[in-house]
């Protein structure tokens, strides 16, 4: 991994985000669970998937939701223009939305 960008939902300012780490610090513990699935989701429709990159993780609850929803952006060589996009939940670990990679931020 070379670098990621991790965006906060525009609410947050600095002094939010420090009382915000524990849940993005579980977050990124908890990668070993939503990564994989993020992948499988991909290469369901890329069988032959050569390169999927992780690019951003989006924070996109509000401080105050009980659940955090989270998006990530993926750069793919088999959709370079697009890449994909996913929703997902931390409590369920659900994908909420798939699609191309504006569906990770919006």
Known sequence: LRSLNIMLHEEFNKNSFF????TLDN?????????PTALEKIQEEFPELAHARL???????EQRDIDLIFGLEFGLREDSEHGRGLKFSLDSFEILEYGIGEVAYY
């Open 27 to 35: 977050l990124l513990d908890q990668s070993s669970v939503w990564y």
């Open 19 to 22: 009382l915000f780490y524990d």
């Open 55 to 61: 690019l951003s993780i989006f924070i996109l609850s």
